[in-house]
Nanobody
Framework: QVQLVESGGGLVQAGGSLRLSCAAS????????MGWFRQAPGKEREFVAA????????YYADAVKGRFTIARDNAKNTVYLQMNSLGPEDTGVYYC???????????????????WGQGTQVTVSS
């Protein structure tokens, strides 16, 4: 099984950018679809973006479409989330998650992700 460690969070002004990384341990990274979720204070965790096993197909929440880009490098066992045009509404803890195999039916479903990172804080000031 993979272990996930996020990095790259921080404080940024509105309109700025951040790039999150999620490093996975283990030899089977390419067997996992990968996703990013976030949780704002006082709110439920929500889907942000996901990517299939090869990295060819990506999925986004409407709130981030056109601003965020998910990518993966299977040779480096890493998935990235490039976040541009950030706004205060993007503030929250961002979690990386791994889903064994791939199913377009469940790519948005939090409960279908088997492994989670510890999260990284993103704070966007207005």
């Amino acid at each position: 099984q993979v272990q996930l460690v996020e990095s790259g969070g921080g404080l940024v002004q509105a309109g700025g950018s951040l790039r999150l990384s999620c490093a996975a341990s283990g030899r089977t990274f390419s067997s996992y679809a990968m996703g990013w979720f976030r949780q704002a204070p006082g709110k439920e965790r929500e889907f942000v973006a996901a990517i299939n096993l090869s990295g060819v197909t990506t999925y986004y929440a409407d709130a981030v479409k056109g601003r965020f880009t998910i990518a993966r490098d299977n040779a480096k066992n890493t998935v990235y989330l490039q976040m541009n045009s950030l706004g205060p509404e993007d503030t929250g803890v961002y979690y990386c998650a791994a889903q064994l195999g791939f199913s377009v039916t469940y790519i948005y479903t939090m409960s279908r992700y088997h492994r989670w990172g510890q999260g990284t804080q993103v704070t966007v000031s207005s």
